[in-house]
């Protein structure tokens, strides 16, 4: 008779720790951790060292510039020297850094036909001059953008305590845009003189092929031999109607701009660390740019055709009419999207060069607006 059920050997066999399917997982020996993973994870730790290293090294450089200096008083001497020294670095730098789209931009506006593309130009540029060749134009725009800088923020801080001084606290809160506005507009008026020599040899370099001098100092020595110092200054007054408008828009937008990030935040101004504030910096000057570039750019191209292609003695007025005549109102808008490339590039590495020194020296960074005089009696 046939066995129905299954015996108790069988059963033992079946469900015992023998049986592969039952019995417990030898304990394996943890696996190494893959190759790129565990170089990833190294140099994530590496990077992070180096960054609290880089941060400590700031810190400790800032305490020492501090101790230094001394304690800097807002609006004294010392705060406007540092502002003007901020200002030095940011766009000294800044502009020197983007020479090539500035030398692209400078050639398209005085030769649309010149090249059909940035990337083209570059191309041709590079393999017909080399890497210098691709910033020609260097030296004039680092001393000229480092000499307009340093008095165009050093002069807006200034203008700006200076005129809301005359208006009083009531009116300079109630006013606040004109009055970033005038300050601004003031600044830039004095900057620009500082400006207008190297912004001749810069642009004149920048569109004759081979370029007409070697370098700032021959480029100055040039002008001033063929044409005497008025030479120099002959592209002043589209340099005053492309900048002032160009940093009026660039200053009392940054500002509002800036408030009204903060006031869409959280928390106020005061209650978040420098690092967010430099990156609020940073966000408001490249929107703050971009208004900037479409604002000053007919007047950009301008600047770029008189010292191109004004002639010797010719009146102003007459070199401005006879160049509208011949490019037309479409022409004064040559080379906008790159321009907006790079002035929202260049403004927004400014304020944040500018406000980060600001914050090195121990000062508070720019923009976002005090309360109202009655919001502050009360606090």
């Excluded at 450089?61 to 406007?80: D, F, M, N, P």
């Excluded at 009116?171 to 005038?182: D, E, F, M, P, V």
């Amino acid at each position: 008779m046939p066995i129905l059920y299954p015996t108790q050997g069988a059963l033992s066999d079946v469900f015992s720790s023998r049986h592969p399917l039952t019995r417990p997982e030898p304990q394996q020996p943890l696996r190494p951790r893959f190759t790129a993973w565990s170089v990833a994870e190294d140099a994530r730790s590496k990077a992070t060292a180096l960054s609290e290293k880089a941060q400590q090294e700031i810190k400790e450089a800032s305490a020492s510039a501090r101790a230094k200096t001394g304690q800097i008083e807002l609006y004294s001497a010392k705060y406007y020297a540092a502002c003007t020294f901020g200002g030095l670095v940011a766009c000294g730098l800044t502009h020197t850094a983007v020479t090539p789209l500035d030398l692209v931009k400078c050639r398209r506006q005085v030769d649309p036909k010149m090249y059909k593309g940035n990337i083209e130009a570059w191309g041709k540029i590079g393999r017909a001059e080399g890497i210098r060749g691709i910033f020609t134009g260097w030296g004039p725009t680092f001393f000229g953008y480092s000499a307009q800088g340093a008095f165009k923020y050093g002069g807006y801080e200034f203008f700006k305590k200076f005129y809301s001084d005359l208006a009083g606290e009531e009116a300079a809160y109630k006013y606040k845009t004109s009055l970033y506005l005038a300050a601004s507009a003031s600044a830039e008026f004095i900057a620009d003189i500082a400006l207008c020599p190297f912004e001749a040899v810069k642009v004149r370099m920048q569109t004759t092929i081979p370029p007409f001098a070697t370098g700032t100092v021959n480029g100055l020595s040039i002008i001033t031999g063929k044409e005497g110092t008025a030479g120099l200054y002959k592209g002043l007054y589209p340099l005053w109607g492309r900048q002032i408008p160009y940093t009026m828009m660039k200053f009392a937008s940054f500002e509002t701009i800036v408030e009204m990030i903060y006031d869409r935040m959280p928390k106020k101004k005061s209650e978040y660390g420098k690092g967010t504030q430099t990156v609020v910096s940073f966000a408001g000057g490249y929107l703050a740019g971009i208004l900037c570039a479409i604002v000053s750019h007919p007047a950009d191209v301008m600047v770029s055709k008189l010292n191109a292609n004004r002639q010797p003695g010719e009146a102003f007025g007459a070199a401005m009419g006879r160049i509208y005549k011949d490019i037309g109102f479409p022409g004064l808008w040559n080379g906008l999207v790159l321009r907006i490339f790079m002035i929202g590039t260049l403004t927004s590495l400014q304020w944040g060069i500018y406000d980060s020194f600001k914050v090195f020296m121990g000062l508070p960074t720019t923009g976002g607006a005090a309360p109202p005089p009655k919001q502050t009696d009360q606090l």
